[in-house]
C-alpha cells in the first residue's frame, strides 16, 4: 500500500487517542482530522486494488471534488438554516463548541465539507471494484421521456418547497429532490447517471453508493459522538429514539445521500469540459488521462 495510507490510517489513531486523551485541540479539530485520515487510507485502498485513485493518477479531478463538496454542502447547510431571511432558524442539525475565532471556524467548516465528497465516492469506488465488481446484471429498466421530465418536476418542487415552507418535517425531501431532478438531467445530458445505468442492466455504481452512505453515515455519526466540536439532531418523527447522536430513522437518509451527492457533482462537473468517456468509474477521469486511453484504445474496468 502506498505510504500516505499508512499516514492515514496512522492520522485516524492518534486523533482517537487525543480526543480520549482530553486535548482540546483535537477536540475542537477531531472531524475534518479524522476523514483527512479516512480520505488518505481509502485512497491508498483503492490504488491498490484498482490501479488509479483520486491521490495518485486523478490529481486533476481530486480539486474539483473538493470544491463542489464545498459547495453544495453549504447549499444544505442553507436549507438547514436559511440565513437570508431566518438566521435563527436551524431546522434539522445543530453545531455545538464550534472554533470561537471566526475565521478559524470558517476554516474548520470548509475543511469538514470538503472530506465529504472524497470519502463517500472513494469508498464507493473501492466497493465497486471489490464487493460489487462481478455482480450480475439484471433486466434493463427503461424510463420513457415522459417519465424523466416528470422525475424532473418532482426534483424541483421538492427543492423548491422546503424553501418556502419552514417545517422538520421535510428532511426527507433534501435528500431525495436533487436525485430527481438532476439524474434525470444527467442522462439526457448523455452523462453518467443512475438512470443510464439502469437502462443497461447495472446497478453496481447504484449499489456502491448506496452502500458507502451507510458506511460513511455510520462512521459520521461514531466520530461526531465523542468529538468536542459537533452536531446534534432534532426531528419529529422518533427524534428521541438515537444511535449515538442520530434518531434511528435518520441513518435511512444516509444510503440516498450518497447518490444525491453523486449526481450533483456529475451535472457541476458536466459545466466544465465534453462528454467524458464512461469507464464505470464513480469520478471522472482528468481529460488528458482519458485521451491517452482514447488514443490506445484501452478502456478500463
Known sequence: MKLYGYIGLAIIFVAEALLFAGNQFAGRWFTPIVWTGYILFSDALVFRVRGRSLLTTDRIEFPIIIIVSIACWWLFEFYNAPRFWRSDLELWWHYHNLEPNPYLRRLGYDWAFATIFPAM??????????????????????????????????????????????????????????????????????????????????????????????????????????????????????????????????????????????????????????????TGSIWIEPLKERVGKIFLGVVPE
Open 121 to 278: 465516492f472513494l469508498t464507493a469506488q473501492l466497493l465497486r471494484v471489490t464487493l460489487f465488481k462481478k455482480l450480475s446484471r439484471f433486466r434493463p429498466l427503461y424510463l420513457s421521456r415522459a417519465a424523466l421530465y416528470l422525475m424532473i418536476i418532482l426534483g424541483a418542487n421538492g427543492a423548491i418547497v422546503p424553501l418556502v415552507f419552514f417545517s422538520a418535517w421535510l428532511a426527507p425531501v433534501i435528500w431525495l429532490a436533487f436525485i430527481f431532478l438532476v439524474d434525470p438531467i444527467n442522462y439526457l445530458r448523455g452523462w453518467p447517471s443512475i438512470i443510464g445505468d439502469l437502462q443497461q442492466g447495472d446497478c453496481r455504481r447504484l449499489f456502491s453508493l448506496l452502500s458507502a452512505g451507510g458506511i460513511c453515515g455510520i462512521l459520521w455519526e461514531f466520530w461526531n459522538y465523542w468529538a468536542l466540536s459537533k452536531w446534534t439532531y432534532t426531528v419529529p418523527y422518533l427524534g428521541s429514539v438515537k444511535i449515538l447522536e442520530m434518531p434511528v430513522l435518520g441513518y435511512l437518509g444516509f444510503p440516498p445521500f450518497a447518490v444525491e451527492c453523486w449526481v450533483m457533482y456529475i451535472f457541476l462537473r458536466s459545466l466544465l469540459s465534453g462528454k467524458p468517456l464512461e
